[in-house]
């Protein structure tokens, strides 16, 4: 089993940038591959990108692609997003989660609680 943790979210302007981490516990966090996901108030839970147990692959979804950015560091436990050129429809609670098996999109076993990211235009 992984608990995760995120942190980095808050308010940002368009255009800016922000770098949101995901600290895992345990000490199995490098068989695990991991997701980042969104979910704006009133819309469905929206997988932005995800990344393999040891980061050789990645993918995007389009509406981030070439904006958004996923790594990991293993000896530190910890998986980031990193966010540039930020739109007002970037809004969201931003998730992380963990699994097994290197996949796209739900489902995921496990989750972190959250981080809020609000962009104002």
């Known amino acids: 089993q992984v608990q995760l943790v995120e942190s980095g979210g808050g308010l940002v302007q368009a255009g800016g940038s922000l770098r949101l981490s995901c600290a895992a516990s345990g000490r199995t966090f490098s068989s695990y591959a991991m997701g980042w996901f969104r979910q704006a108030p009133g819309k469905n839970r929206e997988f932005v990108g995800g990344i393999s147990w040891s980061g050789g692959s990645t993918y995007y979804a389009d509406s981030v692609k070439g904006r958004f950015t996923i790594s990991r560091d293993n000896a530190r436990n910890t998986v980031y997003l990193h966010m540039n050129s930020l739109k007002p429809e970037d809004t969201a609670v931003y998730y992380c989660?963990?699994?097994?098996?290197?996949?796209?999109?739900?489902?995921?076993?496990?989750w972190g609680q959250g981080t809020h990211v609000t962009v104002s235009s």
């Open positions: 989660a963990a699994d097994k098996v290197w996949k796209i999109g739900l489902p995921y076993d496990y």
